[in-house]
């Protein structure tokens, strides 16, 4: 599996297939793995705060979650020339065709990365794998009411899923959590908390957490599941754009400055930080 350096992250080139087995490996391996699920603001984040970028290191995965990544690792892998005036006319006419086939030509930008796999989709996945590894699920995030709706909603789309436990995520502590994940042996952790919470609760208690062999950072895909926010109109997956949707949609309890704020980050903000980093080789 290659792996394809974007800002200050790493992300893997998987496809669903790959990505499943994979899973299927962590799932009967020994130890846990971490997964992370990365889009554009991630990869932005990482870039700005040193103890995040610190924070993915340590996980062992990461998933292209949208369009955009696949597009940042596409425009890098352009070759440049060493002269910096020859390189900054060069940079920027890449940017521009590069962009342009997002519109009329999205299949370029499949190579290095050659699949999306977007959030809820993603997370089909992982539970199929655990149904045919015969994994116990626990889960942990979101509010109440949507995560007993979600719960309901997943045990009726898979019946032989075994979710084993699961706690809100906004009134907990984490040892009464840890217990009752180390109590129920599940093998599958999903942690849905909102970036970054999520990767740093994560990381700093996967060690308590023997049986589990499979953690990944959510985000608000309960919320989907729960049909508390509808998913984006099949055109709009289809053309990659349920990132813009899921933005659009955000009611943004856990995030700083509004919907409009996000978008902005995600991608003239994200555009930029690529293609300044690649004028100045520091990529
Ligand atoms: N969430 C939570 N506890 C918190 C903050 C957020 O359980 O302290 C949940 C929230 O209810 C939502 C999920 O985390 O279901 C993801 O939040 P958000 O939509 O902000 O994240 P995104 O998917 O946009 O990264």
């Not at 610190?54 to 369009?67: E, H, R, V």
């Not at 050659?114 to 199929?128: A, F, H, K």
């Not at 813009?244 to 955000?250: D, S, V, Y």
Request: charged fraction near 25%; charge should be positive; hydrophobic fraction near 40%.
């Amino acid at each position: 599996m290659k792996k394809v350096k974007i800002l200050d992250s790493i992300v893997n080139d998987f496809t669903e297939d790959s990505l499943k087995q994979e899973l299927k490996a962590s799932f009967n391996g020994q130890k846990g793995c971490l997964y992370a699920k990365v889009n554009t603001e991630f990869l932005l984040r990482a870039r700005e705060d040193k103890n995040f970028a610190a924070t993915l290191d340590q996980f062992d995965y990461s998933i292209a979650d949208g369009i955009g990544v696949l597009w940042a690792a596409k425009f890098l892998s352009r070759p440049v020339v060493s002269n910096k005036i020859l390189r900054t006319v060069q940079v920027n006419w890449q940017w521009l065709y590069t962009s342009l086939s997002l519109v009329f030509y999205p299949k370029y930008v499949r190579n290095p990365i050659p699949e999306r796999i977007p959030g809820v989709d993603c997370l089909y996945l992982m539970l199929e794998s655990a149904i045919e590894t015969d994994s116990p699920v626990y889960i942990l995030g979101a509010e109440e009411k949507v995560l007993v709706t979600a719960i309901d909603n997943l045990q009726e789309k898979y019946p032989k899923l075994r979710i084993v436990g699961h706690h809100e995520g906004y009134n907990f502590s984490d040892k009464a959590v840890i217990d009752e994940i180390n109590r129920s042996g599940a093998k599958l952790l999903v942690v849905a908390l909102g970036s970054p919470k999520q990767e740093y609760w994560i990381k700093d208690n996967i060690e308590k957490l023997p049986s589990v062999r499979v953690a990944v950072g959510e985000g608000g895909s309960f919320d989907f599941i729960a049909g508390t926010f509808k998913r984006a109109p099949r055109w709009m997956q289809k053309i990659g754009l349920e990132w813009l949707w899921r933005l659009f949609m955000n009611k943004n309890k856990t995030h700083s400055g509004g919907r409009a704020r996000r978008i902005w980050n995600a991608v003239p903000v994200f555009m930029y930080a690529i293609v300044k980093s690649k004028i100045n080789n520091e990529v």
